[in-house]
């Protein structure tokens, strides 16, 4: 893996460039240093694709996804060359690791399975024609994310009024998705249809999404925010008022319960009691059919250094015992209404069969 500073380059009203593929290299935008450096990894093994999806430089449900569809062409990639036998074997194998990278976003898998569906397709074809239909299938996937995420943004505006403020957790913009974004696409689309008068962005503990990701694509596409601690949000509904909450999501269950940064459930509560509408943005890829409700979705928890330090200093006593899943469940029963691209999708919710 190398290291390559490229100034962020403005590509359909949003300055940030997440993934790429060019000549046999996937660029991946090291999220873990933004906003204070530009840096991108120029990743060739589908086990450093892993390794930035372990270690959160790249992120987001639907990045997550993209990043792994082109993992799979890598491994396929690495596999061709190699000319050894049982391809199709070997990238199997690959899945399953690539698959274990992080738990909770279904996306991962959706992009996996969708890749081996490719190379079984049609019996076991010659090793490169089958790197051909994945790279192609990648792509697809790609695009399909960004142009997905547009419609969100178009449904998504259309329920805010004029001069609406609103608050959004984590990061759900184009950083977290092919570009465009989720929940930030909504807002993107509502401000450039002359509706957003604020945005509220919660830090969100303990990686600061919020604080490092949002609150900079958004200042990058002039869009007026407001950083917000987390502990702010429901005395800021209290004393100014808001007119929506706007997430993403990383899975959502038959039910409609939403798996989704930590906090998320915290707010939907606040909302529900302050009367505000909680809104959840997310492609239908993000859908677990199969997951009747959100109980049974896997929380990944994660190392107590990221709430114990911060920038690499302790914070909290030597010892202290921490408890850190990455990811809360929020009831379907709080969620106002679930926007994807296909429209927007109000209770009760039924995703099932």
């Known amino acids: 893996m190398r290291l390559s500073t490229r100034a962020l380059r403005a590509h359909g009203g949003v300055t940030v460039e997440t993934l790429r593929w060019e000549d046999g290299t996937l660029y991946i935008l090291d999220q873990t240093v933004l906003p204070r450096k ?113 419609a969100i943004g178009v449904h998504g505006a259309a329920l805010l009024s004029r001069g609406a403020a609103v608050l959004t957790h984590c990061n759900a913009g184009g950083l977290a998705t092919s570009g465009y974004g989720t929940a930030l696409g909504v807002i993107r689309a509502a401000y450039a249809a002359g509706k957003i008068k604020m945005v509220y962005a919660g830090e969100t503990r303990p990686l600061l999404q919020g604080a490092r990701l949002t609150a900079f694509e958004l200042q990058q596409d002039g869009i007026p925010v407001t950083l917000i601690t987390d502990s702010m949000a429901g005395y800021l509904m209290a004393q100014k008022g808001l ?31 302050h009367g505000v509408p909680f809104y959840v943005a997310a492609p239908f890829s993000t859908v677990d059919p199969a997951m009747p409700q959100g109980a049974g ?57």
């Open 38 to 150: 530009v840096n991108y990894l120029a990743v060739k093994d589908y086990r450093e694709v892993i390794q930035a999806i372990r270690r959160l430089a790249v992120r987001g449900a639907p990045a997550i996804g993209v990043a792994a569809a082109y993992a799979m062409v890598l491994a396929a990639l690495e596999f061709a060359r190699e000319g050894a036998g049982n391809f199709l074997a070997r990238l199997e194998a690959a899945a399953g690791e690539i698959g274990k990278a992080r738990p909770t976003a279904v996306n991962l898998d959706w992009a996996i399975q969708r890749q081996l569906a490719v190379a079984r397709q049609k019996g076991a074809g010659a090793p490169q024609e089958i790197v051909e239909r994945l790279l192609s299938e990648a792509a697809a996937i790609f695009t399909a994310d960004k142009d997905g995420n547009k």
């Open 243 to 273: 007119d929506a909450v706007i997430v993403g999501a990383d899975r959502i269950a038959a039910n409609g319960d939403v798996a989704n940064k930590i906090g998320t459930y915290s707010l939907a509560v606040l909302a529900k009691y």
């Open 297 to 353: 979705i896997p929380i990944e928890e994660r190392g107590a250094d990221e709430v114990t330090h911060f920038a690499g200093e302790p914070v909290a006593a030597p010892g202290t015992a921490v408890w850190n899943p990455a990811f809360d469940l929020t009831p379907g029963e709080l969620v106002t209404a679930i926007i994807t691209e296909r429209g927007v999708i109000h209770p009760p919710y039924k995703f099932g069969g």
